[in-house]
């Protein structure tokens, strides 16, 4: 199994930047893609970005431009920085990591973005 932390949410204002960080651990070999998802109240939850073991990144069009999405492989983490952020990107963020054994997911951590 594989098991992941997110670091990093608060409140911000509009325009601002914050990071987001996701630490795995346990089977991390088996990983082939993480990524972040989020969710706002009311809302289902959607993908932001994702990363493969390759490099290779998709994001929303909604956070093209502003947010961007990286891994160490070394560390096992996957970051996603945004910028410029809105009100509209307010929501739980979630990590994410396919692996040979299913699907794992973070416990999720607030983004507010507000004056």
């Known amino acids: 199994q594989v098991q992941l932390v997110e670091s990093g949410g608060g409140l911000v204002q509009p325009g601002g930047s914050l990071r987001l960080s996701c630490a795995a651990s346990g089977s991390i070999r088996s990983i082939y893609a993480m990524g972040w998802y989020r969710q706002a109240p009311g809302k289902q939850r959607d993908l932001v970005a994702t990363?493969?073991?390759?490099?290779?990144?998709n994001y929303a069009d909604s956070v093209k431009g502003r947010f961007t999405i990286s891994r160490d492989n070394v560390k096992n983490t996957v970051d996603l920085q945004m910028n410029t952020l809105k009100p509209v990107d307010t929501a739980v963020y979630y990590c994410n990591a396919h692996h040979v054994d299913g699907t794992s997911w973070g416990q999720g951590t607030q983004v507010t973005v507000s004056e």
């Open positions: 990363i493969t073991n390759s490099g290779t990144t």
